[in-house]
């Protein structure tokens, strides 16, 4: 079974810093998806980057990249010039692309020091 | 476009009462899900759907239906509310892979529902 692992449960960073947020998963699958979500206090969930597995070049959105390791099974998340409203839940995720289930990681809270 | 939106938006029961959560998406998305998120355990899936007519059970089932009558809307019914399932419900909505179309999931804001 596919399982998702997030090592830090909090994280803080000071603003303007870059922060690196550590996942860790588990398949027997070559092809597949990954995903950050940030869940802010409204509790909306929001999409910050998606990877496709057989792509090898990172993925990258405005201040978020991510660390794709597909031999090491890792998918680190860096926040660069780290700003409060970066505040949030961040949560790692998995989905095969034989059918729509996605599983979730457990989250990071991240904290954003003025 | 409204995305997904859930109604209501909080929700408090008592111990065996019923209520339905409903789940709307205007993306004509093909496939729908009901997740629950408590502290510390991230998002569970509960059921999904794979279009009109079709319903699978998730990760944690138990005690929760599902219909999905239309393409748009997806129903989550607890027919004997439990305090075990005190928690905030996520809908979500996404293509299908078949579709071409992307295989993110979009989530709508969340019920929260608390059980007494």
């Known amino acids: 079974a596919q399982t998702v692992t997030q090592s830090q449960p909090e994280m803080s960073v000071q603003e303007a810093e870059t922060v690196t947020l550590s996942c860790t998963y588990d398949?027997?699958?070559?092809?597949?998806?990954l995903f950050w979500y940030k869940q802010p206090p409204s509790r909306q969930m929001i999409l910050v980057i998606r990877q496709e597995a057989y792509k090898q070049q990172n993925a990258t959105e405005n201040r978020f990249s991510v660390n794709f390791q597909k031999a090491a099974k890792s998918f680190s998340l860096k926040i660069s010039d780290s700003q409060l409203g970066d505040a949030a839940m961040y949560f790692c995720?998995?989905?095969?692309?034989?059918?729509?289930?996605?599983?979730f990681g457990p989250g990071t809270s991240l904290s954003v020091i003025p | 476009n409204a995305g997904v939106t859930q109604t209501p938006k909080f929700r408090v029961l008592k111990t065996g009462q019923s209520m339905t959560l409903l789940c709307a998406q205007d993306?004509?998305?093909?496939?729908m899900y009901w997740y629950r998120q408590d502290p510390g355990m991230g998002l569970r899936l509960i059921h999904y759907s794979v279009g009109e007519g079709t319903t699978a059970k998730g990760e944690v089932p138990d005690g929760y239906n599902v219909s999905r009558l239309k393409k748009q809307n997806f129903l989550l019914g607890l027919e004997s509310a439990a305090p075990s399932q005190t928690s905030v419900y996520f809908c979500?909505?996404?293509?299908?892979?078949?579709?071409?179309?992307?295989?993110?999931?979009?989530f709508g804001p969340g019920t929260r529902l608390l059980v007494l």
């Open positions: 993306m004509n998305h093909e496939y």
């Open positions: 398949t027997s699958e070559s092809d597949y998806y």
């Open positions: 979500a909505s996404s293509y299908s892979i078949t579709s071409g179309g992307q295989e993110t999931q979009y």
């Open positions: 995720a998995y989905r095969r692309t034989s059918y729509d289930k996605v599983i």
